[in-house]
């Protein structure tokens, strides 16, 4: 089946640090999606791309598609400590409509 | 607007026993889906559901039963509670998706944490 894996799994910056956390499908995705969840809470979703090579940004994090819609990526500029949490991206196969296939995310650590 | 409410919060199970967690939605959502998360797993799909009346297997189905009477109601049952299913569980909705490019994010609940003991 469909496999989403990302790396790293940890990252423990500095604040005022960039942060980047990558992401790669087994198969070619429709859409992916991303998600952040902050400790003892919840995943909440950040932003969906769908096109290849797209690009979109909010505020100081940008996120990627990459042009065979297989990997993204979400780089944050200049961490802050509010940007502590894990990040997860969730993908979508070509296949299906309905079903989400998350990675397993990366945790952000943040020192102030 | 209430979105996607779970109960219970916080669960502790005896091995063998049973129980069931609740998920109801009020957006009118038809997709619905049950996952599990275990510290630095990710979350792990239990069951879906596209609609009222179908249910279909995610990639951890085994020990977990669901029912998808109505489109706002979406109850996972434990039947034989094991050590393995201690875990948090998160029941998530979304729109259909209409278009290609429509969001069909995921709304989460806010999670039941579940103990077996």
């Known amino acids: 089946g469909q496999q989403v894996m990302q790396i790293p799994q940890y990252q423990h910056v500095q604040e005022g640090e960039d942060f980047t956390t990558y992401c790669n499908s087994s198969t070619t995705l429709s859409n992916i999606q991303w998600y952040k969840q902050r400790p003892g809470g919840h995943p909440v979703f950040l932003i969906q791309?769908?096109?290849?090579?797209e690009v979109k940004k909010q505020k100081r994090l940008t996120f990627q598609f990459g042009e065979a819609k297989k990997n993204s990526s979400l780089h944050i500029t200049a961490t802050q400590t509010t940007d502590v949490g894990t990040y997860f991206c969730?993908?979508?196969?070509?296949?299906?409509?309905?079903?989400?296939?998350f990675g397993k995310g990366t945790l952000l650590t943040v020192n102030p | 607007n209430a979105g996607v409410t779970q109960t219970p919060k916080f669960r502790i199970l005896k091995i063998g026993q049973s129980m069931t967690l609740q998920c109801t939605q009020d957006?009118?959502?038809?997709?619905m889906y049950w996952y599990r998360q275990d510290p630095g797993m990710g979350l792990k799909l239990i069951y879906y559901s596209v609609g009222a009346g179908i249910t279909d297997k995610g990639e951890v189905p085994n020990g977990y039963n669901v029912s998808r009477s109505t489109t706002e109601d979406f109850p996972l049952r434990l039947e034989l509670a094991a050590p393995s299913q201690t875990s948090v569980y998160f029941c998530?909705?979304?729109?259909?998706?209409?278009?290609?490019?429509?969001?069909?994010?995921?709304?989460f609940g806010q999670g039941t944490r579940l103990t077996v003991v």
């Open positions: 969730a993908g979508k196969d070509g296949g299906s409509n309905y079903k989400l296939t």
């Open positions: 998530a909705s979304s729109y259909s998706q209409i278009s290609r490019t429509a969001n069909t994010e995921a709304f």
């Open positions: 791309l769908v096109k290849s090579g």
């Open positions: 957006m009118n959502h038809n997709y």
